[in-house]
């Protein structure tokens, strides 16, 4: 009698178990926490609760001498803290304390701000030289994400010259990163670059450093915004239903100036006109535009400083929505995921 009992709650347990849908998939509502020169505690943590925000990037760097250099200078005691290892693990463990989870994403930077995009070698010896200083740049970062158990691991930012040159290099590199590594993978490719990045396949999330162009104007509305995003959300969608992946902004946002919303990628210095508007209206054109589109799985909004009550505010031109209008409009939309 007992065992027919057990025999029937086994098979009624199994029969659940495989009719149970699995769990929505988490939207990444994330910024992107920029390092400093300091450890982070609890209190730089706070006003990233207070947006609402569930995953942070965590982004140590990696320094280039030149475009023409092979060799990436890292961990070192010249280095700011949070661009070191042990910065890295110390903004990542203060995250999970706070229950934000964190895509570790170790970038690059060339000599005097060189788009990292034309990265490339003359020679096969140089290209071999590049590779292994890179290999041993992120395979540290992906045994440390592996250590804090980061939920997303980014191999590469904006890096087309050299993916395009040795994708041998890459895909052999994801296998080797998937032997010390075992959550989730992404590349960031530039907006431009995605289409032709050839190793989704390899990776869990298409991810997109998202500066597409949405709207000429000095002050774009919010419905010019939206209307430009209608021929990228069709490209978008596409590509990642020929791909079978979701889509994940490894960057995105606006500056508070003029024509924002025209060549979002732009940080030059000569752009200094603050225009507070505009920045909340392609912000909020962005989330009414794709942030419930069946392929997004969300982002990492650029750009987020530790010290809250000191960076942002009304007189700032930067990316970062920290005190000024568009800081509230983050809130709302990721409040509501």
């Known amino acids: 009698m007992i065992k027919t009992v057990l025999q029937s709650l086994i098979i009624i347990l199994v029969l659940q178990a495989c009719s149970a849908q699995p769990a929505p998939e988490q939207k990444v509502n994330g910024i992107s926490f920029v390092a400093n020169r300091s450890p982070v505690d609890s209190s730089h943590v706070a006003p990233v609760l207070d947006i609402n925000a569930n995953y942070a990037a965590v982004m140590p760097f990696g320094f280039v001498p030149a475009l023409d250099k092979a060799q990436i200078i890292y961990n070192t005691d010249r280095q700011w803290y949070g661009e070191t290892r042990e910065g890295g693990r110390n903004y990542v463990a203060q995250l999970h304390d706070k229950g934000i989870d964190v895509m570790l994403k170790p970038q690059i930077w060339i000599r005097r701000g060189e788009f990292t995009g034309y990265l490339k070698m003359e020679t096969e010896e140089e290209w071999l030289a590049l590779e292994q200083s890179y290999r041993d740049f992120i395979m540290d970062y992906a045994t440390l994400a592996q250590e804090e158990n980061a939920a997303i691991f980014c191999i590469g930012t904006e890096l087309e010259q050299f993916v395009v040159n040795r994708p041998a290099f890459w895909q052999q590199l994801i296998k080797d990163i998937k032997k010390v590594y075992k959550g989730k993978l992404t ?139 568009a800081q509230d409009i983050v809130k709302e939309y990721y409040g509501r995921n």
């Open 187 to 325: 590349y960031a490719a530039n907006w431009d670059e995605y289409k032709r990045t050839p190793f989704w396949q390899q990776l869990d999330y298409i991810g997109i450093d998202a500066y597409f162009p949405v709207c000429d104007d000095q002050t774009p509305t919010v419905a010019c915004a939206i209307e430009g995003w209608t021929k990228w959300k069709e490209e978008i969608s596409a590509f990642a239903k020929a791909q079978q992946r979701k889509v994940l902004f490894t960057e995105y946002g606006y500056r508070s100036v003029d024509y924002t919303g025209k060549e979002p990628w732009r940080s030059d210095r000569s752009m200094t006109q603050v225009n507070l508007e505009a920045q909340v209206n392609v912000t909020k054109a962005l989330y009414e535009a794709v942030w419930d589109e069946e392929w997004m799985a969300g982002g990492f909004l650029w750009k987020w400083f530790i010290h809250h009550d000191r960076v942002g505010g009304p007189e700032n031109s930067q990316f970062t929505p920290q005190n000024k209008p």
